[in-house]
């Protein structure tokens, strides 16, 4: 079975622009998360989707967004980019429907986006 | 709110020795705990989790972990590491059905020969 897909690995951007980072979840999952890693902050929950909905939302400012298609593939846009956006942008996808416990989160291996 | 501390933030030891990395929780109910693996380059993989019953779990590649509720502390152990655990060692912390994770700040594993 195929991993979790994303794509592209890295990207090199300047301040001001936007950027979309896309994520193919493991067949048969309906429910993709993303994160950010970065040095300072580690690991930070972005939102969650499943079947199209949104179902959790972390700190972030509004220039975060995401999306689910009805394929489950996901994507996220940052717009006006930051210094500060520059990581390690990871999708995790799940079955979703059950607990956090029984429907652990499988990774990417990220996106990593450098913002000049 | 759930927080989790990894209070080591480097860990080096010996190829063949064992290893202890120590995670602390904060959450007012009985947590789901795992813990992943991250090796350079990489996304994170899941060694083990934990959310009720036996309070030893063992994972993949021969790691184990122990739930102390009095302690609030959920520390995974290897009793012999290899070169290729060195990594970095990430305590997640969870809800139900709140569909994210809390992460510990992470621990590096140096291994020497």
């Known amino acids: 079975k195929a991993g979790v897909t994303q794509t592209p690995r890295y990207l090199i951007k300047t301040r001001g622009q936007q950027v979309t980072l896309s994520c193919s979840p493991i067949s048969g999952h309906r429910s993709v998360s993303w994160y950010q890693q970065t040095p300072g902050q580690g690991l930070q929950f972005l939102f969650e989707y499943f079947s199209e909905t949104q179902r959790n939302k972390g700190n972030f400012p509004g220039r975060f967004s995401g999306r689910q298609f009805s394929n489950s593939r996901s994507e996220m846009n940052v717009s006006t980019l930051e210094l500060g956006d520059s990581a390690l942008y990871l999708c995790a996808s799940s079955r979703g429907r059950e607990s956090s416990y029984n429907s652990p989160l499988h990774f990417g291996n990220g996106t990593r986006l450098t913002v000049t | 709110a759930q927080s989790v501390t990894q209070p080591d933030i480097h860990i080096t030891v010996s190829e063949g020795a064992s290893l202890e990395l120590r995670c602390n929780y904060s959450y007012g109910a009985t947590p789901y705990l795992f813990w992943y693996v991250q090796s350079p380059g990489q996304g994170l993989q899941l060694l083990l989790k934990y959310f009720s019953g036996d309070t030893l779990v063992q994972g993949i590649k021969g790691f184990e972990a122990e739930f102390k509720r009095s302690q609030s502390s959920f520390n995974l152990r290897k009793p012999s590491v290899h070169w290729s655990d060195a990594a970095e060692y990430f305590c997640?912390?969870?809800?139900?059905?709140?569909?994210?994770?809390?992460f510990g700040a992470g621990t590096t594993v140096t291994v020497r020969a």
């Open positions: 997640a912390v969870g809800e139900a059905y709140d569909y994210k994770l809390s």
